[in-house]
C-alpha cells in the first residue's frame, strides 16, 4: 500500500503484477476500468478527501496477439500468416504449399516434426502468450508411395510387384 496526504503528490508503486497472456495496460479506481484511470508509476494528488480512505486501484490488462505463420518446409509456394488472440480459438489456415511426390501431413511447431502436431485447418488456441510474438508452423510431408509392376511383355511367368516410395531408391527384381 501506498500513504499519502491531502495536498501532496504522491507516485503509484511499479506495478508488479503478471497474468499470462495479457499486458498490463495500467491502473483504474474499478476493476472493470469505467473509474478513472491511471498510468503505472503516476504521480497522483488528492485521490480522496476523507481521512483515512483507502483508495483501492485496480490492475487493467489488455489481451495479447500473437502471429502464426506457415513455412513450407522443403515445399513451394506462400501463405499468408493468421493473426491470433490470446484466449481465443483461431482456425489454422489450409495448407496451399506443394512439393513434387509429397502429401501434406499436418502441422508442426518444429521442422523435424518432433514438436506439436496439429491437422489442415484444426481449430488452436493459446499458441503462445508473448505479445506480439510469433509462431512458425512448418509443412510435415509423407513420401508418395507406389508399385513398380512387371509385365512378361510376350514372355512368360509372373514375377511380385515392388513396393517403393518418393526420393527413395529401390533395386529392382532380376528375372530368375
Known amino acids: 500500500n501506498t500513504s499519502a496526504s491531502y495536498g501532496s ?11 499470462t497472456g495479457y499486458t498490463f495496460n495500467g491502473w483504474n479506481t474499478k476493476a472493470d476500468g469505467t473509474g478513472t484511470s491511471y498510468s503505472n ?3 497522483v494528488s488528492n485521490l480522496s478527501t476523507t481521512d483515512g480512505a483507502t483508495i483501492p486501484l485496480y490492475a487493467q490488462w489488455k489481451v495479447n496477439t500473437y502471429t502464426i505463420a506457415y513455412h513450407a ?3 513451394s509456394g506462400s501463405m499468408s500468416n493468421t493473426s491470433a488472440t490470446y484466449g481465443a480459438n483461431v482456425t489454422l489456415r489450409s495448407n496451399t504449399f506443394t512439393r513434387t511426390g509429397y502429401t501434406f501431413n499436418g502441422w508442426n511447431t518444429n521442422s523435424s516434426g518432433t514438436g506439436t502436431s496439429y491437422s489442415n485447418e484444426a481449430s488452436v488456441k493459446n499458441l503462445t502468450s508473448t505479445n506480439n510474438g510469433s509462431v512458425t508452423l512448418y509443412a510435415q510431408w509423407k513420401a508418395n508411395s507406389y508399385t513398380i509392376v512387371y509385365h512378361a511383355n510376350g514372355g512368360s511367368g509372373s514375377m511380385s510387384n ?10 529392382l527384381r ?3
Open 174 to 176: 532380376s528375372n530368375t
Open 41 to 43: 508509476r503516476a504521480s
Open 9 to 19: 503528490s504522491v507516485t503509484l508503486r511499479s506495478n508488479t503484477f503478471t497474468r
Open 73 to 75: 518446409n522443403g515445399g
Open 162 to 171: 515392388t513396393s517403393a516410395s518418393y526420393g527413395s531408391s529401390v533395386t
